[in-house]
């Protein structure tokens, strides 16, 4: 019988990929089911041309040697037949625009919503240990802020009844030494999970057909139950599951039942479409039934993204996350899996819902996400965090700030409580870069009613040495109403020896460059990079592991 082969919409790159790349089953191919009807709910039937069919999985045990696809319907999958074959690669990334540099003259502003966001990191590393060249890499899979805020830095924490620490530093920046570079960290204060206010958590499992595989649905049991494994008494755990339809599977279990829990959440089993709107929609439901005021209210969903029944736009995905945000509840987005790995989606329903968005490659990435990093991404402590910098002419004569491009703002969104922005947990930090270029001595400024631009240069402004002024915009969690913030980033933050994170920040900001083949790149190169990294030390495993990445392009 002749075989037929898939051919899905590339929305993304195009780039075929082996299937042995990552070890996952070789000698197999997809292709498109026989004509036969399909076993509803039952053990898989034989197809009369040795075809296994099964819309559900039934629960059975399929032969390692079949390939398996995800229709709206069902799975299909066929025998071994030893040869060589070539999986599609329809993963879904959104267009980025980067960033260029800005005249201080005509726009000393600059502001953006805060993000806190790793997914783009635990992505690319995955794509480069499959062994993807720059070539097949897509250029939207790089999002520099995310990249450089995966990383730990040595910030001083907030003081007194201040939200965050504030650190900067300015010194020669690496991949043009005729521009400075601005590094900016904002950190807030660690809570231990054990001392959080009670928890209402609302686990969202994709069960459709496409997360079958075992670095989908197989990983997501791994990864939620070491989360389970740090709650206790004083949370409620839900979970709620979707395919072709929408499932509650427990509702407001006590956190210290964890075997009734874990019981349920192995035995989940993919199978079907993808309903992901309507899991959306009844994940929302249950934690406003079990909502615990002036607890910690939070749904996490974990999907690869490809919904295909119910609304799967971007746009009907946003309008409906941001009304569902308006409860008062928060979101966690765990990605999984690749080939048709919906990063579009996942971040979209991360932005739009007052939520985080991480990538789970790997067991290890799971136990940084939900173990040693789980009061940062479970517990908000700030919302709606807006940052806006005003640049001085007198020392900055064009800026350009790395990364943020889809978290970037009008400066008019600064002061309008309406306008959603990022959420920050408790430990987390924002780490921002600027590339400036040094304004001369005979730098001019513009007619404006900022403090900084000549028309409105006051005697004190005149003598100051800020650089710039940085204001952050942040409500409380359970509040409508911002706070403001303002600090003043003066002369006095430069130095000729910056400190090991402001190194390191700077090499993940090149790498990201080189991985886009940025056109603000300069004299970088990975060789570089490499000779950055072996000036400090690499004193933590993701830093180390962060090395062999930038190697593996060394050559």
């Given at each position: 019988?002749?075989?037929?082969?898939?051919?899905?919409?590339?929305?993304?790159?195009?780039?075929?990929?082996?299937?042995?790349?990552?070890?996952?089953?070789?000698?197999?191919?997809?292709?498109?089911?026989?004509?036969?009807?399909?076993?509803?709910?039952?053990?898989?039937?034989?197809?009369?041309?040795?075809?296994?069919?099964?819309?559900?999985?039934?629960?059975?045990?399929?032969?390692?040697?079949?390939?398996?696809?995800?229709?709206?319907?069902?799975?299909?999958?066929?025998?071994?037949?030893?040869?060589?074959?070539?999986?599609?690669?329809?993963?879904?990334?959104?267009?980025?625009?980067?960033?260029?540099?800005?005249?201080?003259?005509?726009?000393?502003?600059?502001?953006?919503?805060?993000?806190?966001?790793?997914?783009?990191?635990?992505?690319?590393?995955?794509?480069?240990?499959?062994?993807?060249?720059?070539?097949?890499?897509?250029?939207?899979?790089?999002?520099?802020?995310?990249?450089?805020?995966?990383?730990?830095?040595?910030?001083d924490g907030p003081e007194g009844d201040e939200p965050f620490g504030i650190n900067a530093m300015i010194s020669d920046c690496p991949w043009n030494p005729e521009n400075k570079l601005l590094h900016l960290g904002l950190q807030t204060e660690?809570?231990?999970?054990?001392?959080?206010?009670?928890?209402?958590?609302?686990?969202?499992?994709?069960?459709?057909?496409?997360?079958?595989?075992?670095?989908?649905?197989?990983?997501?049991?791994?990864?939620?139950?070491?989360?389970?494994?740090?709650?206790?008494?004083?949370?409620?755990?839900?979970?709620?599951?979707?395919?072709?339809?929408?499932?509650?599977?427990?509702?407001?279990?006590?956190?210290?039942?964890?075997?009734?829990?874990?019981?349920?959440?192995?035995?989940?089993?993919?199978?079907?479409?993808?309903?992901?709107?309507?899991?959306?929609?009844?994940?929302?439901?249950?934690?406003?039934?079990?909502?615990?005021?002036g607890g910690n209210n939070r749904v996490i969903i974990a999907s690869d993204g490809d919904f295909n029944i119910g609304k799967s736009s971007q746009s009907e995905l946003s309008e409906q996350i941001q009304n569902e945000a308006k409860k008062?509840?928060?979101?966690?987005?765990?990605?999984?899996?690749?080939?048709?790995?919906?990063?579009?989606?996942?971040?979209?329903?991360?932005?739009?819902?007052?939520?985080?968005?991480?990538?789970?490659?790997?067991?290890?990435?799971?136990?940084?996400?939900?173990?040693?990093?789980?009061?940062?991404?479970?517990?908000?402590?700030?919302?709606?965090?807006?940052?806006?910098?005003?640049?001085?002419?007198?020392?900055?004569?064009?800026?350009?700030?790395?990364?943020?491009?889809?978290?970037?703002?009008?400066?008019?969104?600064?002061?309008?409580?309406?306008k959603d922005a990022g959420e920050i947990g408790a430990g987390h930090s924002v780490t921002v870069l600027y590339e400036i270029v040094p304004a001369n001595e005979n730098g001019e400024g513009s007619e404006s009613n900022l403090k900084y631009?000549?028309?409105?240069?006051?005697?004190?402004?005149?003598?100051?040495?800020?650089?710039?002024?940085?204001?952050?915009?942040?409500?409380?969690?359970?509040?409508?109403?911002?706070?403001?913030?303002?600090?003043?980033?003066?002369?006095?933050?430069?130095?000729?020896?910056?400190?090991?994170?402001?190194?390191?920040?700077?090499?993940?900001?090149?790498?990201?460059?080189?991985?886009?083949?940025?056109?603000?790149?300069?004299?970088?190169?990975?060789?570089?990079?490499?000779?950055?990294?072996?000036?400090?030390?690499?004193?933590?495993?993701?830093?180390?592991?962060?090395?062999?990445?930038?190697?593996?392009?060394?050559?």
């Amino acid at each position: 019988m002749e075989r037929k082969t898939v051919l899905r919409s590339a929305v993304a790159s195009m780039s075929l990929l082996t299937l042995t790349a990552c070890g996952l089953s070789n000698n197999v191919a997809p292709a498109t089911a026989p004509d036969a009807e399909y076993c509803v709910d039952t053990a898989p039937a034989t197809a009369d041309d040795g075809y296994y069919i099964d819309s559900y999985l039934g629960g059975a045990t399929y032969s390692q040697n079949f390939a398996r696809e995800a229709e709206a319907d069902g799975l299909w999958m066929y025998p071994d037949t030893n040869e060589d074959y070539i999986q599609m690669n329809t993963e879904e990334y959104s267009k980025i625009v980067e960033n260029v540099f800005k005249d201080v003259a005509t726009s000393p502003l600059s502001t953006f919503s805060a993000d806190v966001d790793s997914a783009s990191y635990s992505n690319l590393r995955r794509m480069i240990n499959c062994g993807y060249s720059l070539d097949e890499i897509p250029e939207g899979a790089v999002r520099a802020e995310e990249m450089i805020n995966y990383f730990h830095y040595d910030y001083d924490g907030p003081e007194g009844d201040e939200p965050f620490g504030i650190n900067a530093m300015i010194s020669d920046c690496p991949w043009n030494p005729e521009n400075k570079l601005l590094h900016l960290g904002l950190q807030t204060e660690a809570i231990d999970f054990s001392e959080t206010p009670d928890s209402n958590i609302v686990l969202l499992v994709d069960v459709s057909g496409s997360m079958y595989d075992e670095n989908k649905l197989p990983l997501v049991k791994e990864a939620f139950g070491l989360l389970i494994d740090n709650l206790s008494e004083k949370d409620k755990v839900s979970m709620v599951t979707y395919a072709s339809g929408v499932s509650v599977v427990c509702e407001g279990v006590s956190g210290d039942n964890k075997e009734e829990i874990l019981t349920a959440l192995n035995n989940l089993k993919a199978g079907g479409g993808t309903n992901g709107s309507g899991g959306i929609e009844e994940a929302y439901r249950i934690a406003e039934a079990n909502f615990i005021k002036g607890g910690n209210n939070r749904v996490i969903i974990a999907s690869d993204g490809d919904f295909n029944i119910g609304k799967s736009s971007q746009s009907e995905l946003s309008e409906q996350i941001q009304n569902e945000a308006k409860k008062g509840i928060f979101l966690s987005v765990l990605g999984f899996g690749m080939y048709n790995y919906s990063d579009t989606r996942m971040e979209t329903l991360a932005d739009d819902g007052n939520g985080n968005y991480a990538y789970i490659d790997t067991l290890h990435e799971a136990k940084k996400v939900l173990v040693q990093e789980l009061s940062a991404n479970m517990l908000t402590v700030a919302k709606d965090v807006k940052l806006q910098i005003e640049f001085n002419p007198k020392y900055v004569a064009e800026y350009r700030l790395i990364g943020y491009e889809n978290r970037a703002l009008n400066n008019e969104d600064f002061n309008d409580d309406k306008k959603d922005a990022g959420e920050i947990g408790a430990g987390h930090s924002v780490t921002v870069l600027y590339e400036i270029v040094p304004a001369n001595e005979n730098g001019e400024g513009s007619e404006s009613n900022l403090k900084y631009q000549e028309s409105n240069l006051t005697e004190e402004a005149l003598k100051s040495n800020d650089w710039l002024t940085l204001s952050i915009r942040y409500k409380e969690p359970d509040e409508d109403e911002s706070k403001l913030l303002e600090y003043q980033i003066g002369a006095d933050c430069y130095t000729e020896e910056p400190s090991n994170d402001f190194i390191f920040a700077a090499s993940v900001a090149e790498f990201a460059m080189l991985l886009r083949n940025s056109d603000f790149i300069a004299d970088g190169s990975f060789a570089h990079v490499v000779e950055e990294l072996n000036t400090i030390p690499l004193n933590d495993e993701y830093r180390r592991e962060f090395a062999t990445l930038v190697d593996k392009f060394n050559n």
